[in-house]
């Protein structure tokens, strides 16, 4: 099974070559990476150069936003399976990709996912949360719920049914990805009780209280886009459980 891994970027110089650097040690053979850059003004494309010898398609263009980015990236994708890791994440370990591509072959899986664990700079080892991605079922999308995104690994033909991202959504575009695609409740999934994915803190949906308010417009909206009842306080429900992630590691 042939795993095509996303990742888009800009002015991301600092941190684009830890991401390099985990999917090329993946023990996974022939994955296809592909490096999407919004026509950075800082050292990206050298360090593409520099470090990506496995990266199979590099652009370097301008774009009209992060969903916009990953829609050049999934129309360039080959392969079976499809996953987005960030400029600043990595996966947990080298033997993620083979694992999750077993998983989802052996059990003719539509889609697969597992937690991500945050860790705060510079200790990589240093987990302050888990993004528990296990409390995520198609009816719990009226709630927000939604698997940790560059831990989530999707088969290319879901795309191809369901379409691409929506890019007038600036911050919840994997939210009403998901609520579209996994809303019939006909995907075969499960998740994988495992840490899969490593993310910094500070990603722009975790960065301050206008982004959650942001964020939960934009989940209002995907939700009722898609045809599922929900109001604020559903919504709004959720961030209990998601304060006790910083708590139970």
Request: glycine content about 6%; proline content about 4%.
């Amino acid at each position: 099974m042939k795993v095509t891994v996303i990742t888009v970027c800009r002015n991301s110089e600092e941190t684009l070559p830890d991401t390099l650097r985990s999917v090329a040690e993946q023990s996974l053979p022939g994955v296809e990476h592909i490096v999407v850059d919004g026509a950075s003004t800082d050292a990206t494309a050298e360090v593409v150069r520099r470090h990506g010898d496995h990266v199979a398609k590099f652009v370097s263009e301008p774009d009209h936003g992060i969903y916009d980015a990953m829609n050049k990236g999934l129309c360039l994708a080959t392969g079976d399976l499809v996953a987005f890791l960030n400029a600043d994440d990595r996966y947990a370990d080298a033997g993620v990709l083979e694992r999750v591509a077993r998983a989802v072959h052996d059990e003719g899986l539509d889609a697969i996912f597992g937690d991500a664990a945050f860790f705060r700079v510079p200790d990589r080892h240093s987990v302050v949360r888990r993004y528990r991605s296990d409390r995520f079922s198609p009816r719990r999308l009226a709630w927000g719920w939604m698997p940790a995104h560059p831990a989530l690994f999707m088969r290319r033909k879901i795309f191809q049914r369901v379409g691409l991202f929506h890019t007038d959504y600036r911050i919840a575009g994997d939210f009403e990805f998901v609520a579209r695609a996994f809303k019939d409740g006909t995907l075969r999934y499960r998740h994988l009780p495992e840490i899969l994915v490593m993310m910094r803190l500070g990603g722009v949906s975790t960065a301050g209280w206008r982004s959650t308010l942001l964020l939960n417009r934009e989940v209002l909206r995907a939700c009722r886009e898609n045809g599922i009842p929900t109001n604020l306080m559903k919504v709004l429900s959720k961030y209990p459980m998601k304060l006790c992630e910083y708590f139970l590691l």
